[in-house]
């Protein structure tokens, strides 16, 4: 979760690790650096757009667009296998790459 609140705040859960800590992390910062938090009682907030530009941070941080096309390059080119070169999960990167492909990174 990430509070803003006179500057911005994250918690994680004391039952996270590894990969998924990390994933979760990046996520919550990218709500930080975008500015990205929201009311979740408020009517005009938009909850989605602050999530996809979470991710969006996350994905660049995690799976930097440039890595991955050189991974490309030197043949690795299954989800799997660009996961465990980058340290994240198999769903995080799938995400990552459908992200990448959309906006034409790939």
Known sequence: MTLDYDGSF???????HGVEEKEIAAHELGHCEYCGTYNRYSPFDIS?????????WA???LVPPGELREAFKMGVVEAWELAE????SDEFMVRALEYYRGVGVL
């Open 10 to 16: 994250i918690a994680l859960s004391k039952a996270l």
């Open 85 to 88: 070169r980058f340290e994240v």
């Open 48 to 56: 989605a757009k602050a999530e996809r530009r979470a991710d969006k």
């Open 59 to 61: 994905y660049h941080k």
